[in-house]
């Protein structure tokens, strides 16, 4: 695979990029550099022009018409087959629901009600996924292990036998690390251990063969990759037959049989549908909705090759400027971002922000530029690393004004 050594090999490249017209797709700030998609996607022009339709034309013309005139009722489900398409599962399989912490909790209560063990996460991996088991625990009294983190993280074999559901994610938020997905499903299987996936940094980034792999069971943000605006809600997807024998806690109505015979008994709807507990978000599910369209037709196989090279060219600059990077050298074992030591991470980050190259930093060291394959081109990618090389250069990251810390880094 060709890494461009001048901006006029990374051009060629873009000339000969079989996702370039997506770009266009895209409201880009002129002078921009957006290396932060795997956080919050930039936003997709229809996803814009349909908020203005969801609000001013079927909100405010046709008002409550409109969960049944506009597919309102139905767009938890519409979108869930888009995203279903997308992560390589039955298109009843997913619904769009609540956000990736309440999904995880919902599912991971109901797979521990219908069979009782210990429950546990990855050190290191997003905490929100740790966070919401040790509710659980302190909840039903469900023993909680952490699986230790070693190198670019645990593998397979470090599953305890006494271990029934495991939460984990597909790809690692600091390092990019991807999960070989068939080998934990095959270790899980052997010892009766059920594997929540978290797609958040994988949907719409990896060519995901989900339900070939084995997985049953997985959650994933809306406002990654998918491109679904800030607080976009998230899916969930739950195989059916496994679903069938599920019942979740959050037992709201919308995740009734008929939620409009306003029983009072719960029944839970057939599948996947039970997952739902409450009135969907319509305004922001549109935008979601109108961004999934962008995937039509795109083939995630070449998606995921893009961000294999602009990693690669990133991870070369980089290199030539002395940092170190945690996250994986070969393409294929990589996610999208790749995060970066320097002693003054926060402070170089701002600088970068400064002179329109928006990455984000993490703690307690570390750089991040996610590389959206939509919409950016390894153009943008010589751009900002030749940015980041004058900044390192000429220390104007020793500003004091970089140094205020911000509440979201
Ligand atoms: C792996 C992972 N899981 C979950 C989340 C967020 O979950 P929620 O939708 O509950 O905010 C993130 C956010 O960055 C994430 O990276």
Redesign the pocket.
Known sequence: MTIASSRAQAEALDATDPLRSLRDQFQLPEGVIYLDGN?LGAPPKAALARLRHTAESEWRQDLVKSWNTAGWFDLPKTSGAKIATIIGVAPDDVIVTD????NVFKLASALWTSAPGAIAYMEG??P??GYILQGLSQLTGARLLRIPETGLGATPDALPTDLRILVK?TVH?KTATVADISAWEQAAAHKGISIIW?L??AAGLIDLDLANAGAQYAVG?GY?YLNGGPGAP?FIYVARKAAEKLDQPLSGWMGHAAPFDFADDYTPAPGVQRFASGTPPILSLSALDAALDLFAGVSMAAVEAKAATLGDLFLSRCVQLGLQSISPTIGARRGGHIALHHDHAYEVVQALIAQGVIGDFRMPDLIRFGFSPFYIQHTDIWDAAEILQSILANQSWRDPAFAHRQPVT
């Open positions: 956080s956000n990736v912490s309440v991996e997003f929100t996924d994610s938020y978290d958040s940094h943000c990654k998230a």
